[in-house]
């Protein structure tokens, strides 16, 4: 399957990409190739093979949700740079 220039100026005009005619060129003839492999994947008989997430078997590790260690409220403030009792003060966003 051939890209052609024009489909790839479009494609650049809608997503408002400037490109010169060097990339124009470029990207039409590595899109057409990439298209082509596709193509070419498409013709593997793929209907015996069971779909998979992961082509190696993985468990996630997993640890038990617990606090190991609390700052005290003077320590998770001590370098903020404004506090009002055990908060932090921030600005302001909404009007």
Do not use: C
């Not at 100026?9 to 492999?37: G, M, P, Q």
């Amino acid at each position: 399957m051939k890209i052609s220039t024009a489909e790839v100026e479009k494609v650049a005009s809608l997503a408002r990409l400037e490109l010169s005619e060097a990339e124009v060129e470029h990207l039409s003839k590595d899109l057409s190739s990439i298209l082509n492999y596709i193509a070419k994947l498409e013709e593997l008989d793929t209907e015996s093979i069971e779909p998979t997430s992961h082509v190696v078997t993985m468990k996630a590790p997993l640890r038990e949700d617990a606090v190991s260690s609390r700052p005290s409220p003077d320590d998770a403030l001590a370098n903020a740079p404004q506090r009002e009792d055990n908060y932090f003060v921030v600005p302001s966003i909404i009007e």
